[in-house]
DNA sequence: GATTTTTTCTATAGGGTTATAGATTATTTT
DNA sequence: AAAATAATCTATAACCCTATAGAAAAAATC
């Protein structure tokens, strides 16, 4: 028997084979983008542990060798699909950048990893209230920290005179993901939609408006 | 047995007595609040046709005496939740006005119909897609009739040279929606956000931007 | 190549779900 | 109040689903 941490994600220490990563931990990525698609296509409820283990191409019950509850496998699923977007926002504030330019790079990226991890992000987006609250924590302090980013950045935009002085910095910043996440599951739905187009109309939007 | 119509939605002609309703219109609106609110809050697999009847206080074999399937009980949940808010939108759109005053209008309308009946139009907006296509339809005209009022809108303010010619209105009407379902669902979850406030910051967003 | 460890399989217990049929109780009509 | 219609109930067939246990196959280690 292996990864019986008994508590949660266990993404082996790097072995010393060749590849850094074990046969396990390959799988497991295989078993948590399976998990994705199934569940971004039927929904948490709609989609069966049986068409999770289908879409890898191993039977239902062999699919206990990678989670241990399919609520388990939706919580990985929303990790996945969101943290390593978090991380590319922290790297994204970190650098000195004047405030339009900060304001596309985020725009891009929010759309960008939607165009890639689409299914995670879409699954943590859609499903993730199905969790129980003690499986959201980690999430809601990882949604939290990007909130809190992206208000800085707006903070910063006022300070530099960019950007109004009246506008609330905490409901824009909701607007922003808001729209973001609306635009990026119609990138998901319509792959013809084309993507650079659509993050200079939406940064076009939310810098300047409609008014003339 | 009662409306046996056999094809759908039938909503009895108009009775003689009293109140123009029959009982059974009536308890069929129970009913499909009582989906919606069981929907909104477990999504449509989450949900059983067991939590919909007890929430109308029957038991679930009784429930088919409303509905012929689950699925059509989702069906009936949408196009209740989308039908008057386009139809609220028509109207909007019918009078004479500046655009500033219209986008205001549609902002509350669309925000409001979310504080009133926000389980159907949760439901719509998050669990329409489990409904397989046929049944889509009449959703999808509807939708597709609300974003053409609000482009017209739009290209009505560009004629009044109200906002700026170069704004792209098929993305923008695409945005305005994407934003205020977001915070629609923001305000289904949240009870003491401000309604008003809300809309005030929302069209103002719009308008205007953020850049000074 | 024998032994150990990892991975997958089969089978199944113990649930739960939808939809239908036929009986039963309420309510209207005549 | 008898007859007809509407609304609800009970019971159940026919599924489908998760999770586990223990056997079997594959791969790695000695």
Redesign the interface.
Known sequence: MRGMSNDDTQFDLPSESGTTETKYARKKVAAIEAAAQAFAE?????ATTHDIAAEMGIKQGSLYYYFKSKEQALQEVCEYGFENYVQQMEKICAKAQPFEAKMQMIITSHLTTYRQKNNAMKVHN?QRL?LPKERRQRLKELGTRYRQMLENT?QE?VQA????AD??TH??A??I???C???GA?LVRDESLDLFD?IQ??A?????????
Not at 42 to 46: A, I, L, R, T
Not at 204 to 212: A, E, S
Request: glycine share 14%; hydrophobic share 35%.
């Open positions: 039927k929904g948490f409820h709609g859609d199905y707006l935009g005179d960019t950007i109004r506008i609330d409901f824009v909701y607007s993901i808001g729209m996440n609306s635009w119609y659509t109309q939406c076009d939007l939310v810098l300047r408006g409609v008014l003339n």
